[in-house]
């Protein structure tokens, strides 16, 4: 029978065991998540519990408990001042096993030990990021187009303004113009001219024409 067995030895030593405890309960608080085995993850718990009832009294005296056991400072202000005000308000059950099945390599069985709620902070802190990414991507467009149109006005300020005009408004298969350019028209041309880029009727379309100005297609 197994009497006077309670607790877990986990293959060590005293020290071993302690040590390893440790680490366990500190990295839990710091990452509020762990993955090991199920074992250490079922002798960690209840210290795990134990850390954050002494952040819900948050006297001198837990905080000096707290850092004996804690292996670095900065788990000691986070279980503090970030996880006791958090389950102010929760009595017991702070922390959860999530078993997640056999690990490759040794077959350990291993699982998950996290604090209650830490998935809703994850997804929070994710979403923001998120969006600070979306807003740094559209801000760093807009730089980008404004980059652009800055380029392409000085670009175009520092050629000769003909040239400029005469390469934006270029038809294919015709002469290169500049708008501004006088167009000469001439009363006996007709067809397609090659100034105005327009159809000039001739003589002999009049039928044609009056046709498509009678009373069914007025002009």
Not at 32 to 43: G, L
Not at 80 to 105: A, S
Not at 175 to 193: A, F, K, N, Q, T
Request: proline share 5%; hydrophobic share 35%; charged share 35%.
């Amino acid at each position: 029978m197994r009497h006077r067995k309670a607790g877990f030895k986990l293959k060590r030593d005293l020290a071993g065991r302690r040590s390893l405890l440790r680490n366990l309960v500190t990295s839990t608080i710091v990452e509020e998540r762990i993955t090991t085995t199920i074992p250490k993850a079922k002798a960690a718990k209840p210290l795990v519990e134990k850390m954050i009832t002494l952040a819900k009294k948050d006297t001198p005296n837990a905080r000096r408990e707290a850092s004996r056991f804690l292996l670095t400072k900065d788990s000691v202000v986070k279980l503090f001042d970030v996880i006791g005000p958090r389950f102010h308000q929760r009595n017991g059950g702070y922390t959860r096993i999530v078993k997640l099945g056999w690990r490759k390599g040794d077959g350990a069985d291993t699982a998950k030990l996290e604090l209650v709620g830490s998935e809703l902070v994850k997804r929070a802190a994710e979403r923001a990021k998120r969006r600070e990414e979306r807003l740094k991507a559209l801000h760093q467009g807009d730089h980008a187009e404004r980059r652009l149109e800055i380029g392409f006005f000085v670009k175009a300020a520092s050629e000769p303004g003909e040239r400029m005009l005469s390469g934006l408004f270029s038809f294919r298969g015709r002469r290169r113009r500049s708008p501004v350019e006088p167009v000469e028209h001439s009363v006996l041309e007709c067809g397609w001219s090659d100034g105005v880029g327009a159809y000039v009727p001739c003589a002999g379309d009049k039928p044609y024409l009056d046709a498509l100005s009678g009373p069914g297609n007025p002009q």
